[in-house]
């Protein structure tokens, strides 16, 4: 197994192994896929609703308009897609979520929005000559499999590691009774690193055996401590809804920091 070591800005030495051009592959062609159905939905609609406008009267120049939004729209849907996906999903897509992959940055972290913004915008030059002959070459050769948008953004695809199989604890009972489930908010972790980690971690063993009293001192302070960093608003919540927030963000977490490793 061609595995490589990243060491994070906290000093924590994570295993993780590349993935290659066949499994890189699939999950492009399952990506595109999902694209392709969307892209002739929206020409069929479009399709559609033009002829009606025609008929109606519409001008030719709003007609023109419409066309060139269409085609924007076409694009931002095929391109913000990665863009998107990667960012709000902790770096996979439909695809790499099939296949067991995912983009983090150089560093363990997740991908930033920038980070996924670059490597997606740089596809343009992966394409070329055509049908991404210099993406696929690129990942082919090189020690890492990385492609130009990846050496670019800071990046690598890697397998997903399986998480250690432990025995479900009475948080994680908890967790499944309130239905808390990491795909539930679009909340970012991409700053939260190991400290974040073992707060969370430290919080969430802890909180089923605290008093009332303190069981809400400490989850008012963690809240206002992380929330802003991870875009959840402070003000305005139930003491019920800041623990939520914060068990989402553990949950989040610890799909990234209890690999097997």
């Known amino acids: 197994m061609n595995e490589i070591e990243v060491k994070t800005p906290e000093y924590v030495s994570l295993q993780f192994e590349p993935a290659g051009l066949g499994s ?6 399952i990506d595109q896929a999902i694209l ?77 929005l920038l980070s996924s913004f670059l ?39 890697v397998h997903e590691k399986r998480k250690k199989a432990i025995k479900r604890t009475s948080i994680d009972i908890e967790i499944q009774k309130r239905k808390i489930q990491s795909s539930d908010q679009h909340v970012s972790i991409s700053s939260f690193g190991k400290k ?5 971690k430290m919080y969430s063993e802890r909180l089923l055996h605290l008093q009332q009293e303190e069981r809400i001192h400490v989850t008012e302070q963690l809240a206002s401590k992380l929330f802003p960093k991870a875009g959840i608003p402070v003000e305005g919540k139930t003491h019920y809804e800041r623990e939520n ?16 490793l």
């Open 24 to 29: 890189r592959s699939v999950a492009f062609i």
């Open 36 to 112: 392709t159905v969307a892209s002739i939905i929206l020409v069929v609609i479009f399709m559609i609703i033009l002829p009606v406008l025609e008929a109606g009267g519409v001008p030719t120049a709003f007609a023109d308009i419409l066309l060139i939004l269409f085609f924007v729209l076409l694009f931002l849907m095929n391109w913000g897609y990665f863009v998107v996906y990667e960012f709000f999903s902790a770096g996979r897509t439909v695809g790499k979520m099939a296949i067991g992959i995912r983009v983090i940055q150089e560093n363990g972290h997740s991908i930033t």
């Open 119 to 157: 490597r997606n915008l740089l596809r343009i030059i992966d394409a070329l000559p055509t049908s991404y002959l210099l993406g696929i070459l690129m990942i082919f050769l090189h020690p890492k499999h990385k492609r130009i948008g990846d050496l670019v953004a800071g990046t690598i695809v």
């Open 196 to 200: 974040e980690w073992d707060l969370l």
């Open 245 to 260: 927030g914060l068990l989402l963000l553990y949950v989040k977490m610890k799909e990234e920091w209890e690999f097997e």
